[in-house]
């Protein structure tokens, strides 16, 4: 939590972060860059999918279809500060010369991303009926 | 196998600045896809003041998006070595990322 703070506070002083270390190759940067760009749109698409099951699953009960929606738009906001937290840390590494930063995250995600489907299809199966 | 001018000898060959040029426009067309989804949202479930509001506020939020990658866009082509992103734009992109869910989660309601 203390190293969460702290990396919250770096990301509003730059100026602290650039002054660690040694600026790395900027292709390394821009690589950073666009992983960071593909997590925001992870988040969009979970954010976009929240929409999606509100507006197209009009049938189901509203329950379950408000519930669905939320855990998408849930799971889009985690991706966008995930995204942002992970860039930062992995900036820092590379300014520093150290190993690049794990995360269990990716696993998380995608065991999120496999229980809302399964939930979904059965909701849409037996929703119908009901 | 390089040119005879330097010019190409010093572009990058993996051509990174013009990949993460296409990365910000791929992640602001995703931005649009949701913004038309909210503007959908607010005006199918019978147009409320509050549900019009997010809309809006998703319409601003977009649009400072596309600002933030025009920006970026144009720091990248002005250098043949670009500086880094700022942890400025990083937190900016993000947020409007996550207002975007938010104004969402008021729609969804």
Redesign the interface.
Same mark, same amino acid.
């Given at each position: 939590m203390i190293g969460f703070v702290r990396s919250v506070r770096s990301w509003w002083a730059p100026e602290e972060v650039r002054r660690e270390g040694a600026t790395p190759d900027y292709r390394f940067s821009l690589a950073n860059e666009r992983t960071f760009l593909a997590w925001l749109r992870t988040a969009l698409a979970l954010i976009g999918g929240g929409f999606a099951v509100d507006q197209f699953l009009p049938d189901l009960r509203w329950g379950w279809r408000v519930g669905l929606a939320l855990a998408l738009l849930a799971a889009g906001v985690l991706c966008s500060l995930r995204a942002v937290n992970h860039w930062a840390r992995c900036e820092r590494a590379m300014r520093r010369g150290e190993d690049l930063p794990v995360s269990r995250f990716p696993a998380l995600l995608s065991l999120v991303v496999a229980v809302v489907a399964v939930v979904m299809v059965v909701v849409v199966l037996t929703g119908w009926e009901g | 196998m390089r040119g005879a001018d330097a010019a190409p000898a010093d572009r990058?060959p993996?051509l990174? @600045?013009e990949? /993460?040029r296409l990365?910000?426009r791929?992640?602001t067309l995703? #931005?649009t896809? &949701?913004a038309v =989804?909210?503007a959908? +949202?607010a005006l199918?479930g019978g147009a409320t003041a509050v549900s019009v509001l997010a809309a809006a506020l998703c319409c601003a939020l977009w649009l400072a998006f596309l600002r933030i990658a025009h920006g970026r866009i144009s720091t990248l082509a002005a250098a043949r070595? @670009?500086? +880094? !992103? /700022? @942890?400025?734009h +990083?937190?900016a992109? +993000?947020l409007c990322? =996550?207002v =975007?869910? =938010?104004c #969402?989660?008021v729609? &969804? !309601?």
């Open positions: - | 990058d993996g990174q @600045p990949r /993460t990365a910000w791929r992640t995703s #931005g896809v &949701v =989804l909210a959908k +949202a199918h070595r @670009p500086r +880094a !992103l /700022t @942890p400025q +990083a937190v992109a +993000a990322t =996550l =975007l869910a =938010l #969402g989660a729609l &969804v !309601l």
